[in-house]
């Protein structure tokens, strides 16, 4: 099992390190929120049915898992974990899905 991370989800990454420096003014607080976040996809590797399934949302085999106040979207594809998106949880995810 493994995980793989969309280029989408990779540029969400990056807007959550801009953000988080910035508004934080300390690029410690960053560098952690984003180690902790991307520990997760490990977790979800070894691990990838511990989220909440989310078929209905975003498609067969999906599902999604916070990390404090951030959601990641994954699919479940042969048991691999594909990230498709990390996103703050007060964000609208039917939008960002186009539902």
Do not use: Q
């Not at 929120?33 to 975003?58: E, H, M, N």
Request: charged share 30%; glycine share 8%.
């Amino acid at each position: 099992m493994a995980h793989r991370v969309s280029t989408r989800a990779e540029a969400d990454l990056d807007d959550i390190w801009l953000y988080v420096a910035k508004e934080s003014g300390n690029i410690e607080i960053a560098n952690r929120l984003i180690d902790t976040i991307s520990d997760r996809f490990f977790v979800l590797a070894g691990f990838p049915y511990i989220g909440r399934a989310r078929d209905d949302d975003f498609g067969p085999g999906c599902r999604s898992v916070s990390v404090g106040e951030y959601v990641i979207v994954y699919c479940v594809e042969n048991d691999d974990a594909l990230i498709l998106r990390v996103v703050h949880g007060r964000r609208d995810l039917d939008a960002l899905f186009g539902h």
